[in-house]
């Protein structure tokens, strides 16, 4: 079903299932030793999307679905993002930095996960039922936060600003952003409002990181749907295609440039590299060969 400007979610539906797709591949990407996420297939279970389920069961294999997508090579593309986003916030840490926020949070465990160091605060942002759903089974799990984690449930199209001031940030300090998997899911517009908010509550010495995809007709093109059809097969009905806002919108590099960031970019085959990894141009994660990761520090 399309997006609208009032449209909602949880977990199992919507833009909300593309967390739990993305919890699955770190799950896969932990079972190989690539990352340190233990929270993330324990999530996914609670979740049930039956696709999901039977994929981490081995009922589903990726490569019958395509031959060059294994369950390594997912792994392996999910361990170069990961890293990305888990390295701006360490890097952030060790210079100091102790208020991190993740935007649309989702199922990210990195309050949960990462070494913070001590008076470290994590705020996580994302709509009210994704935000219950995550505490209440982590604490079922016994899991304690790493930091003192701040849940903040709102819609990203709401005044997020306003909650997140009245849940203590301090704009005054420096801070760590990250935009994780979805500058896609908003219309151009509004990352430019998303942007322009982090701007004005970063002081010097804040930090963001994201990704930059150049063009996103790519999620709607012949290859794009014909691994869609293959998935329907399975039980898998997200359509990225109907998640994703299309359209021209500006481009992140030049606008963190032109409002005073020093911006860093890596292109993904020189990430895959990197990691130690080979680019599967062959396969699906072909498609991102024009994707860059993306990190920035205010000056």
Do not use: C
């Amino acid at each position: 079903m399309a997006r609208t400007d009032d449209d909602t979610w949880d977990l199992g539906s919507s833009v909300g299932s593309t967390a739990t797709m993305v919890a699955a591949q770190r799950a896969l990407s932990h079972r190989e030793g690539l990352i340190d996420d233990p929270y993330a297939e324990p999530l996914v279970r609670a979740v049930g999307l039956d696709f999901f389920v039977r994929a981490l069961d081995g009922e589903i294999s990726l490569d019958d679905i395509d031959p060059r997508f294994n369950a390594r090579r997912a792994a392996e593309g999910m361990a170069v993002r990961t890293r990305h986003f888990d390295r701006l916030f360490t890097d952030a840490a060790a210079a100091g930095v102790r208020q991190a926020v993740i935007l649309a949070a989702g199922l990210d465990a990195r309050a949960y996960r990462l070494p913070w160091p001590a008076g470290s605060s994590v705020f996580e942002l994302d709509q009210p039922d994704v935000i219950a759903f995550k505490s209440d089974t982590l604490a079922g799990l016994g899991a304690e936060a790493t930091a003192d984690r701040r849940a903040v449930a709102i819609d990203l199209r709401d005044d997020w600003p306003k909650a997140l001031l009245a849940n203590g940030f301090d704009p005054t300090q420096p801070t760590a952003w990250i935009a994780e998997g979805l500058l896609i899911y908003l219309p151009p517009e509004a990352q430019d409002l998303l942007f322009d908010r982090i701007d004005e509550l970063s002081s010097p010495g804040s930090r963001v990181a994201t990704e930059h995809i150049p063009d996103v007709s790519m999620f709607s093109d012949e290859r794009s749907q014909e691994i869609a059809e293959r998935l329907r097969t399975y039980g898998h009905d997200i359509e990225m295609g109907e998640l994703i806002y299309h359209g021209e919108r500006n481009d992140v590099i030049d606008y963190l440039t032109a409002h005073g960031w020093d911006v860093t970019t890596q292109k993904t085959r020189d990430a895959y590299a990197a990691n130690g990894f080979e680019f599967p141009e062959d396969g699906p994660m072909g498609f991102f060969a024009d994707m860059s990761y993306l990190s920035a520090v205010k000056h």
